[in-house]
């Protein structure tokens, strides 16, 4: 099993639209796990830590399911700014990051 | 808001010359990072580096590859004799103590021919 699995998508959304990720780890990829932000050929950009009893930010709210080893994100009203790829992202053990393929979000007029 | 900074943003070299990638991570952070990103496929860790030494490495980060922190600001990585296999965006991380969080630069496009 991949240690952190995504659906690549795309996601195609109109503004203002609800949409949710998820995202499946393996035990490897268990300490923690953000979620980052990748423009086109960017750096990864923390978007978010996931707490085990979950958080919001803002538009954006994140779900972690131990039990199911199975992380979410939620965007609300969806901007076009928000295009961009999701990555899902787990620190293992030595506290190196394991990154997912990906999700990209594209978010039309 | 500080932020890493990494230097040069694109090189072209030809295969079997030496590198060295150059990143300047944020000032108060102690815990610091090399990822690759070959196009089109996911960020891959390669090193961290705490304390004057390499905390951990991948199967990637082989012998061709070491990595420096030659004074109190600058961490570098060098590949001694580059292959075309290479090629990748290659990202520095840090992070403060004891907080999980790592915060990349912009990266570094390495092009080998």
């Known amino acids: 099993r991949k240690e952190v699995e995504q659906d690549p998508g795309p996601f195609n959304v109109p503004e203002g639209a609800t949409v949710a990720f998820n995202c499946t780890y393996s035990?490897?990829?268990?300490?923690?796990f953000f979620w980052y932000r990748q423009d086109c050929r960017k750096e990864p950009k923390l978007l978010m830590s996931?707490?085990?009893s979950g958080n919001e930010d803002g538009r954006f709210t994140a779900q972690l399911n131990r039990a199911s080893q199975y992380i979410s994100l939620l965007i609300r009203d969806s901007k076009l700014s928000d295009s961009a790829t999701y990555l899902c992202?787990?620190?293992?053990?030595?506290?190196?990051?394991?990154f997912g393929s990906g999700t990209r979000l594209l978010v039309r007029p | 808001e500080p932020e890493v900074t990494q230097t040069p943003s694109h090189q072209v070299t030809q295969m079997g010359q030496e590198v060295i990638l150059r990143c300047v991570p944020i000032?108060?952070?102690?815990?610091f990072y090399w990822y690759r990103q070959i196009l089109g496929q996911k960020v891959e860790f390669l090193v961290s580096?705490?304390?004057?030494?390499?905390?951990?490495k991948s199967e990637i980060f082989d012998d061709q590859f070491s990595v420096e922190r030659p004074d109190g600001s600058n961490f570098t990585l060098k590949i001694r004799s580059t292959k075309l296999e290479d090629s990748a965006m290659y990202f520095c991380?840090?992070?403060?103590?004891?907080?999980?969080?790592?915060?990349f630069g912009p990266g570094t496009r390495l092009t080998v021919l």
């Open positions: 991380a840090s992070s403060e103590p004891f907080v999980y969080e790592q915060f």
């Open positions: 996931v707490y085990s």
């Open positions: 992202v787990g620190l293992d053990s030595s506290y190196k990051l394991i």
């Open positions: 035990n490897s990829a268990s300490q923690s």
């Open positions: 580096f705490y304390n004057n030494e390499i905390s951990e």
């Open positions: 000032s108060n952070h102690l815990y």
